[in-house]
């Protein structure tokens, strides 16, 4: 009856541990992420937003160089919107360009408040923005948009990618299903 009973403990626990989530979720939502324009180099800030993630757009600037914080520095009008997982910047009119300073974009940083990322993917339409003008870090992201020329419409989002960590939960779960195994082995053997 105890070999009975402590096989089956090791199948439910087997079962729980396969069937819970392999990665802690990752998420930005209700975080505090600072959002910086960084120009005429990487290390000055030209404007700085500190905002906190949520539904709808984070940052709305209607352009003309109104307002504050990073607003104060848009000739156009353009939205910052931060998800979940993503950073997304688009220009709703576009008359502007960055000029060619050694760096003129944005650094989203405070990212690990929202957990632990391993990387990112860039999906963009504005031309002459690629990879190579993103610099990743676990807690922060640059975007170069030096010499970038907008026109209305473009955007840019950069997905952040969860680092693969074990649930504490499903950790626990698969070490006692395999602590039930090998009581299970060891008494067999006996």
Same mark, same amino acid.
């Given at each position: 009856?105890?070999?009975?009973?402590?096989?089956?403990?090791?199948? &439910?626990?087997?079962?729980?541990?396969?069937?819970? %989530?392999?990665?802690?979720?990752?998420?930005?939502?209700?975080?505090? #992420?600072? +959002?910086?324009?960084?120009?005429?180099?990487?290390?000055?800030?030209?404007?700085?937003?500190?905002? +906190? #993630?949520?539904?709808?757009?984070?940052?709305? &600037?209607?352009?003309? !160089?109104?307002?504050?914080?990073? &607003?104060?520095?848009?000739?156009?009008?353009?939205?910052?919107?931060?998800?979940?997982?993503?950073?997304?910047?688009?220009?709703?009119?576009?008359?502007?360009?960055?000029?060619?300073?050694?760096?003129?974009?944005? !650094?989203?940083?405070?990212?690990?408040?929202?957990?632990?990322?391993?990387?990112?993917?860039? *999906?963009?339409?504005?031309?002459?923005?690629?990879? *190579?003008? +993103?610099?990743?870090?676990?807690?922060?992201?640059? +975007?170069?948009?030096?010499?970038? #020329? %907008?026109?209305?419409? !473009?955007?840019?989002?950069?997905?952040?990618?969860?680092?693969?960590? %074990? !649930?504490?939960?499903?950790?626990?779960?698969?070490?006692?299903? #395999?602590?039930?195994? *090998?009581?299970?082995?060891?008494?067999?053997?006996?």
């Amino acid at each position: 009856m105890t070999n009975s009973f402590t096989r089956a403990l090791a199948v &439910c626990a087997l079962a729980a541990a396969s069937a819970a %989530p392999a990665l802690a979720a990752s998420d930005l939502t209700g975080k505090t #992420v600072n +959002v910086d324009w960084q120009f005429p180099d990487a290390s000055t800030n030209f404007a700085t937003d500190s905002v +906190v #993630v949520g539904p709808g757009p984070e940052i709305q &600037c209607a352009g003309g !160089e109104v307002g504050t914080g990073l &607003c104060a520095g848009f000739v156009d009008a353009a939205t910052i919107d931060l998800g979940a997982n993503t950073l997304s910047l688009s220009i709703d009119s576009g008359t502007a360009s960055w000029t060619g300073a050694t760096f003129n974009g944005y !650094e989203f940083s405070n990212l690990s408040a929202g957990g632990t990322w391993s990387g990112y993917s860039l *999906a963009t339409t504005f031309a002459g923005l690629t990879s *190579a003008d +993103v610099t990743f870090t676990p807690d922060a992201v640059s +975007v170069n948009m030096q010499g970038i #020329v %907008p026109t209305a419409g !473009e955007s840019f989002t950069i997905t952040l990618i969860p680092s693969a960590v %074990p !649930e504490p939960d499903s950790l626990a779960l698969m070490l006692a299903g #395999v602590g039930a195994l *090998a009581s299970i082995a060891r008494r067999r053997r006996a």
